[in-house]
């Protein structure tokens, strides 16, 4: 295995695994914020408890998000330095941005809403706990405008051997990167929202401290649906610019081997590779597939045959991810659709509430298929048709990455495993019947 | 590409964020290098944790600020730097997303054997990253084996040298005598005197430690130049002194506080020297001068650096705020919190 090969598993790993815990942070702080709001309008202390409640589980999962997020900004210079240093002008901003703007924003009022809870007056422990979630949100979007430039660079430059900053109006405006953000932190709310859902169902299910849950599961569910829905609608916009800005990109998601006009959508596809053509393909809508990516049913679609072998990015796991994504993304739409129809009494269904539970998952899948599409599907570029990822590592041995490879899977499995049982076991221990007495510590 | 002030300008706010995150996360590392000599009780151990709890996250924030800043304004040598530290910034962020995991998750279940684990997690991922930090800037100072083409000829051992290592342990020390003022000003009671002993037995080590390395930086690296032809620079050495003379001075009355302020100077009259001595390099070549990193041959385009001085004049002034209204409302009121149980 060469440091190329080594050094991409080593991100994609890397980033995945951040990527488990970062959309929960991203939609869970404003659930919680939500119930803490509801609490300061009411006074109902259920949603005290509540907030409470998802704020600490909220809390668990965060630590684990924001180590596993150094790993990331320290990769780009260990593993990709050539990388850094061409795109350093343009990408390198972006990231001190998000730091300067977001990280000290989340890490300092986390930290004022759980130790400030007594010391501090409700509204201002409030504010923070939406203070963390503003800071989360803030620092998806530097991270997404980054990611965005990388699939479609703008506001550049080619000088003195790199990409130099040309316009960062045309960098921050980016519509790839706004498209991204739109449609990524969606997906983090709708992860929160399931997490809620399950956790709550399990409650109901056990008809424990049942009224707090109830209000838990109306919220949760509105929010779910709400967001299941914007997700769909923003991820129709995204596939439109792929389709306009990275048509290898898009070919490869849909499978579409030949150009044409009028290209049907096939609800069954298998595609194959080596042959270069797709070996199963039934039940065809007649010019779906155009109207979906270029929103004109006689649109031409490029093939995967008519660009260069060595352009065209693997089409196996950006087609099945692709798919699932949407799939599990029409699935969850389902089960908000049931959820809210449900919402007032979803103690009364405990079939549904079993199937929220067993459904906790679906979000986190969907998240880390789109994450393939969207990465795997802009090979062979690290940006897309200025630097191909073969271009981009560091002139370090493959013996380095060889031992820091698996020391990463080792390390973050068990840090992941003891994650989720420790939030599993908060959650099944449910709320604090009253607060601690003292003040509030770890 | 030619120089400008902007070359300069973010050279200085470089080194800034680094002192400032020397100067933060230095008393959380320091107070989990002492969790073993200070925490004999589970009560002294959780009082620990706390003493650190509000404020650790944000402190690390500064590395990443730091590390981001070097990517956004010198990415030629975030570049060469990052891919030539690479096993020892692998182990240093390895040691970090322990250290956090611990703090966050130690006392969030109730258990003898998880409780012990965490406590070793949170001490290793506390001596380490002083010990390595030290290392990687010994080795920034003195310089390191790179060619004309940023292409590091050396490996992980290379950077483990008489120098680098007094200056791992000098971080270590210096960072735990940081940390003993913070625990002491922050706990109460019999906790609180014995981390002030503490700090004072790590305080007459730091002194020694600093001579030795101001010495080793001497001879080792051309640290002291700047400060031949420029002796006003001076000042920066001379708040390290006047650092440590307020450490005892706060130490001896039993003022904590002053104690911590006296370590902050200390970490940041070093800092400052260092970075001081250091200009206009970066990360220097041992094999050619010519072939050093500096501000100016590493540095991004005259735009970006223009953007990023604009987003920190506006941005920077708000986190200082915000940072510091949250230690005043944690720490710097005197009815700071009690070790709850």
Same mark, same amino acid.
């Given at each position: 295995?060469?440091?190329?090969?080594?050094?991409?598993?080593?991100?994609?790993?890397?980033?995945?695994?951040h990527?488990?815990?970062?959309?929960?942070?991203l939609?869970?702080?404003?659930l919680?914020a939500?119930?803490?709001t509801?609490?300061?309008?009411t006074?109902?202390?259920?949603?005290?408890?509540?907030?409470?409640?998802w704020g600490?589980?909220?809390?668990?999962?965060?630590?684990?998000?924001?180590?596993?997020?150094?790993?990331?900004?320290?990769?780009?210079?260990?593993?990709?330095?050539?990388?850094?240093?061409?795109?350093?002008?343009?990408?390198?901003?972006l990231l001190?941005?998000?730091?300067?703007?977001?990280?000290?924003?989340?890490?300092?009022f986390?930290a004022?809403?759980?130790?400030?809870?007594?010391?501090?007056?409700?509204?201002?422990?409030?504010a923070?706990i939406?203070?963390?979630?503003?800071?989360?949100?803030?620092?998806?979007?530097?991270i997404?405008?980054?990611?965005?430039?990388?699939?479609?660079?703008?506001?550049?430059?080619?000088r003195?051997?790199?990409?130099?900053?040309?316009?960062?109006?045309?960098?921050?405006?980016n519509?790839?990167?706004?498209?991204?953000?739109?449609?990524?932190?969606?997906?983090?709310?709708?992860?929160?929202?399931?997490?809620?859902?399950?956790?709550?169902?399990?409650?109901?299910?056990r008809?424990?401290?049942?009224?707090?849950?109830?209000?838990?599961?109306?919220?949760?569910?509105?929010?779910?649906?709400?967001w299941?829905?914007?997700?769909?609608?923003?991820?129709?916009?995204?596939?439109?610019?792929?389709?306009?800005?990275?048509?290898?990109?898009l070919?490869?998601?849909?499978?579409?081997?030949?150009?044409?006009?009028?290209?049907?959508?096939?609800?069954?596809?298998?595609?194959?590779?080596?042959?270069?053509?797709?070996?199963?393909?039934?039940?065809?809508?007649?010019?779906?597939?155009?109207?979906?990516a270029?929103?004109d049913?006689?649109a031409e679609?490029?093939?995967?045959?008519?660009?260069?072998?060595?352009e065209?990015?693997?089409?196996?796991?950006?087609?099945w991810?692709?798919?699932?994504m949407?799939?599990?993304?029409?699935?969850?739409?389902?089960?908000g659709?049931?959820?809210?129809?449900?919402?007032?009494?979803?103690?009364?269904?405990?079939?549904?509430?079993r199937?929220?539970?067993?459904?906790?998952?679906l979000?986190y899948?969907?998240c880390?298929?789109?994450?393939?599409?969207a990465?795997?599907?802009?090979?062979?570029?690290?940006?897309?048709?200025?630097?191909?990822?073969?271009?981009a590592?560091?002139p370090?041995?493959?013996?380095?990455v060889?031992?820091?490879?698996?020391?990463?899977?080792?390390?973050?499995?068990v840090?992941?495993a003891?994650?989720?049982?420790?939030?599993?076991?908060?959650?099944?221990?449910?709320?604090?019947?009253?607060?601690?007495?003292?003040?509030?510590?770890? | 590409?030619?120089?400008?002030?902007?070359?300069?300008?973010?050279?200085?706010?470089w080194?800034?964020?680094?002192?400032?995150?020397?100067?933060?996360?230095?008393?959380?590392l320091?107070a989990?290098?002492?969790?073993?000599?200070?925490?004999?009780?589970?009560?002294?151990?959780?009082?620990i944790?706390?003493s650190?709890g509000p404020?650790?996250?944000?402190?690390?924030?500064?590395?990443?600020t730091?590390?981001?800043?070097t990517?956004?304004a010198?990415?030629?040598?975030?570049?060469?730097?990052?891919?030539?530290?690479?096993?020892?910034?692998?182990?240093?962020?390895?040691?970090?997303?322990?250290?956090?995991?611990?703090?966050e998750y130690?006392?969030?279940?109730?258990?003898?054997?998880?409780?012990?684990?965490?406590?070793?997690?949170?001490?290793?991922?506390s001596?380490?990253?002083?010990?390595?930090?030290?290392?990687?800037?010994?080795?920034?100072?003195?310089?390191?084996?790179?060619?004309?083409?940023?292409?590091?000829?050396?490996?992980?051992?290379?950077?483990l040298?008489?120098?680098?290592?007094?200056?791992g342990?000098?971080?270590v020390?210096?960072f735990?005598m940081?940390?003993?003022n913070?625990?002491?000003?922050?706990?109460?009671?019999?906790?609180?005197?014995?981390?002030?002993?503490?700090?004072?037995?790590?305080w007459?080590?730091?002194?020694?430690?600093a001579?030795?390395?101001?010495l080793?930086?001497?001879?080792?690296?051309n640290l002291?130049?700047?400060?031949?032809?420029?002796?006003?620079?001076?000042?920066?050495?001379a708040?390290a002194?006047?650092?440590?003379?307020?450490?005892?001075?706060?130490l001896?009355?039993?003022?904590?506080?002053?104690a911590?302020?006296?370590?902050?100077?200390?970490? +940041? $009259?070093?800092?400052? *020297? @260092?970075f001081?001595?250091?200009?206009? /390099?970066?990360?220097? #070549?041992?094999?050619?001068?010519a072939?050093?990193?500096?501000?100016?041959?590493?540095?991004?385009?005259?735009?970006?650096?223009?953007?990023?001085?604009?987003?920190?004049l506006?941005?920077?002034?708000?986190? +200082? $705020?915000?940072?510091? *209204? @949250?230690?005043?409302?944690?720490?710097? /009121?005197?009815?700071? #919190?009690?070790?709850?149980?």
């Amino acid at each position: 295995m060469d440091v190329v090969w080594l050094s991409r598993l080593q991100f994609a790993a890397a980033a995945m695994f951040h990527f488990l815990f970062v959309p929960l942070t991203l939609g869970l702080s404003f659930l919680t914020a939500i119930y803490q709001t509801l609490w300061l309008k009411t006074g109902d202390e259920d949603y005290k408890r509540a907030a409470r409640f998802w704020g600490k589980l909220f809390l668990i999962n965060f630590g684990l998000g924001v180590v596993t997020g150094i790993t990331l900004e320290f990769q780009f210079g260990t593993n990709w330095s050539a990388y850094s240093q061409y795109v350093g002008d343009i990408f390198g901003p972006l990231l001190a941005i998000e730091a300067t703007l977001a990280f000290f924003l989340e890490s300092t009022f986390i930290a004022v809403w759980w130790f400030g809870w007594k010391k501090l007056s409700p509204k201002v422990t409030t504010a923070a706990i939406w203070l963390t979630a503003v800071g989360s949100n803030i620092s998806a979007l530097w991270i997404l405008l980054a990611n965005g430039w990388m699939q479609h660079p703008v506001g550049y430059v080619l000088r003195n051997g790199r990409a130099e900053l040309a316009s960062f109006w045309k960098v921050v405006t980016n519509p790839f990167g706004w498209l991204e953000f739109l449609h990524t932190v969606p997906s983090g709310y709708v992860v929160a929202g399931f997490f809620v859902l399950g956790i709550s169902a399990c409650h109901l299910l056990r008809k424990r401290d049942v009224s707090l849950f109830k209000k838990s599961f109306k919220v949760a569910a509105i929010w779910s649906l709400v967001w299941a829905l914007v997700i769909a609608v923003t991820g129709d916009f995204h596939a439109y610019e792929v389709a306009k800005n990275q048509p290898e990109k898009l070919a490869a998601m849909e499978a579409v081997w030949k150009t044409e006009k009028h290209v049907p959508f096939s609800l069954i596809l298998v595609p194959s590779e080596s042959k270069e053509k797709n070996i199963v393909d039934a039940l065809q809508i007649p010019g779906l597939l155009s109207f979906l990516a270029y929103h004109d049913f006689n649109a031409e679609i490029k093939g995967l045959k008519d660009f260069p072998k060595d352009e065209r990015p693997p089409v196996a796991p950006t087609f099945w991810s692709f798919r699932l994504m949407v799939l599990i993304g029409f699935l969850l739409i389902i089960l908000g659709i049931w959820a809210v129809v449900r919402r007032e009494e979803p103690e009364k269904h405990p079939g549904m509430l079993r199937i929220l539970f067993a459904s906790m998952f679906l979000p986190y899948l969907g998240c880390q298929f789109g994450w393939i599409v969207a990465e795997v599907g802009r090979q062979p570029w690290i940006v897309y048709k200025l630097m191909k990822t073969s271009q981009a590592v560091s002139p370090i041995s493959a013996t380095q990455v060889m031992i820091s490879l698996p020391a990463f899977i080792v390390v973050y499995a068990v840090l992941g495993a003891i994650c989720f049982w420790l939030i599993g076991y908060h959650a099944m221990k449910g709320p604090e019947k009253e607060e601690p007495a003292g003040e509030i510590t770890y | 590409m030619e120089g400008n002030a902007f070359q300069i300008v973010w050279f200085i706010l470089w080194a800034i964020l680094w002192t400032g995150y020397f100067v933060l996360d230095g008393f959380d590392l320091g107070a989990g290098s002492l969790i073993y000599v200070l925490g004999r009780t589970e009560e002294d151990r959780r009082a620990i944790y706390n003493s650190i709890g509000p404020f650790w996250d944000g402190n690390e924030v500064w590395l990443i600020t730091a590390g981001g800043a070097t990517f956004a304004a010198f990415p030629k040598t975030y570049a060469v730097m990052f891919s030539a530290f690479y096993s020892a910034l692998l182990l240093l962020l390895f040691c970090l997303i322990i250290r956090g995991v611990a703090v966050e998750y130690r006392n969030k279940f109730d258990s003898k054997a998880w409780k012990t684990l965490w406590d070793v997690g949170f001490f290793l991922g506390s001596v380490l990253p002083a010990f390595l930090l030290g290392v990687a800037f010994a080795n920034i100072f003195e310089g390191i084996p790179i060619d004309k083409n940023g292409i590091y000829h050396g490996s992980f051992w290379t950077l483990l040298h008489p120098y680098s290592i007094i200056a791992g342990v000098f971080f270590v020390i210096c960072f735990a005598m940081h940390g003993a003022n913070w625990i002491a000003f922050r706990t109460e009671g019999e906790l609180s005197e014995r981390a002030g002993s503490v700090a004072r037995k790590l305080w007459g080590l730091s002194v020694v430690l600093a001579a030795i390395f101001f010495l080793a930086s001497y001879l080792s690296t051309n640290l002291w130049d700047n400060y031949a032809r420029h002796l006003g620079l001076l000042v920066f050495p001379a708040i390290a002194v006047i650092g440590f003379f307020v450490v005892p001075g706060g130490l001896v009355t039993k003022n904590y506080l002053m104690a911590w302020i006296g370590s902050c100077l200390v970490i +940041l $009259g070093f800092s400052a *020297w @260092a970075f001081a001595g250091l200009f206009p /390099n970066m990360l220097p #070549s041992s094999l050619n001068p010519a072939w050093s990193l500096t501000c100016f041959n590493s540095s991004s385009s005259l735009l970006t650096l223009e953007i990023m001085t604009a987003v920190a004049l506006i941005f920077v002034p708000i986190m +200082l $705020g915000y940072t510091f *209204w @949250a230690y005043k409302i944690f720490a710097f /009121n005197k009815k700071s #919190s009690q070790p709850a149980q």
